[in-house]
Nanobody, 122 residues
Framework: QVQLVESGGDLVQAGGSLRLSCVAS????????MGWYRQAPGKQREVVAT???????NYAESVKGRFTISRDSAKNTVDLQMNSLKPEDTAVYYC????????????????WGKGTLVTVSS
């Protein structure tokens, strides 16, 4: 079992910045991939950014150049620095963890946090 807890969501004006954080806890040895997803009202959940344990990152086109994902594998945390925020970034942001190594081997389950709300006003 892996628990993910997000923090950092808030109301911010367009052009502003926020930093989201997620900490993973539970029974595991290593998490290979962590990421941030978001779901806006009336829309499907979409990937924002992902990072693997080796450090490689991927970003949605809509956030490239504005958002930066980082992680501390020793502390099992993943952060999302969001700059130049736009009203269309308004969504609930979810932390995700998958490709998890446990004492029983590789887990085929991916885990989600409960989400943190980011609201960008125009």
């Amino acid at each position: 079992q892996v628990q993910l807890v997000e923090s950092g969501g808030d109301l911010v004006q367009a052009g502003g910045s926020l930093r989201l954080s997620c900490v993973a806890s539970g029974s595991f040895w290593r998490i290979v991939t962590m990421g941030w997803y978001r779901q806006a009202p009336g829309k499907q959940r979409e990937v924002v950014a992902t990072i693997i344990s080796a450090g490689s990152t991927n970003y949605a086109e809509s956030v490239k150049g504005r958002f930066t994902i980082s992680r501390d594998s020793a502390k099992n945390t993943v952060d999302l620095q969001m700059n130049s925020l736009k009203p269309e970034d308004t969504a609930v942001y979810y932390c995700n963890a998958n490709q998890i190594l446990t004492s029983s081997g590789w887990s085929g389950i991916e885990y989600w946090g409960k989400g943190t709300l980011v609201t960008v006003s125009s």
